[in-house]
């Protein structure tokens, strides 16, 4: 059971857009923490989409966005690509725990 | 360029522990954490714990209190996490990670580097 709640999948057609939804408490994203996004590909290490809620690491391309408001956020992804079929995870900080908390991640399915 | 370069893979049999390493490059090792994070095969992240590289203070994650032991060693800019007491359910693969935060304005707390991960196999 993890702390911040995702659906577990969502599926869209190329160059269709999708969105994931993250959602929290009051002891984390309520409580104004910043939201973070990962994506993982198949058999790879996490690699870091989004961070402080809708800042673009370099090379990540400006297809991948994000947003957050109360106790959740979104990550939408534009003109979706084959090559974005991975897993994708929330993260934020909780201060009950004094450290990261994660969701159990969505799998995208680019149909 | 930042790296972090995890030891390799370690097959244990259960009741024993497992230590696995993560060597930090391309930036100064004491000014950044260290956090741990477990991913069960076909399963999500989970966090375990965090270090300071800078003076060795330790957080760990509820479920993994007792059991998990996070040090370091400054001279080769290593981090280290121990999981004793090992379980067949433990099985997974452990992956280090940087963690970009400032404290005084509360920015950011992401992880910005991750190691390549780290497969930990427990069985009879």
């Known amino acids: 059971q993890s702390v911040l709640t995702q659906p577990p999948s969502v599926s869209g057609a190329p160059g269709q857009r999708v969105t994931i939804s993250c959602t929290g408490s009051?002891?984390?994203?309520?409580?104004?923490?910043?939201v973070h996004w990962y994506q993982q590909l198949p058999g790879a290490a996490p690699k870091l989409l989004i961070y402080?809620?809708?800042n673009r690491p370099s090379g990540v391309p400006d297809r991948f966005s994000g947003s957050k408001s109360g106790t959740s956020a979104s990550l939408a992804i534009t003109g979706l690509q084959a090559e974005d079929e991975a897993d994708y995870y929330c993260q934020s900080y909780d201060r009950s725990l004094n450290g990261a908390v994660f969701g159990g991640g969505t799998k995208l399915t680019v149909l | 360029q930042v790296q972090l370069v995890q030891s390799g893979a370690e097959v244990k049999k259960p009741g024993a522990s497992a230590r696995v390493s993560c060597r930090a490059s391309g930036y100064t090792f004491t000014n950044f954490y260290i956090h741990w994070i477990r991913q069960a095969p076909g399963q999500g992240l989970e966090w375990m714990g965090w270090i300071n590289p800078n003076s060795g203070d330790t957080d760990y994650a509820p479920k993994f209190q007792g059991r998990v032991t996070l040090t370091r060693d400054t001279s080769i800019s290593t981090a280290y996490m121990e999981l004793s007491r090992l379980r067949s359910d433990d099985t997974a693969i452990f992956y280090c990670?940087?963690?970009?935060?400032?404290?005084?304005?509360?920015?950011?707390?992401?992880?910005?580097?991750w190691g390549q991960g780290t497969l930990v196999t427990v069985s009879s």
């Open positions: 009051s002891s984390n994203i309520g409580a104004t923490y910043d």
């Open positions: 402080v809620n809708n």
């Open positions: 990670a940087r963690i970009y935060y400032h404290p005084l304005t509360g920015y950011g707390y992401y992880l910005d580097y």
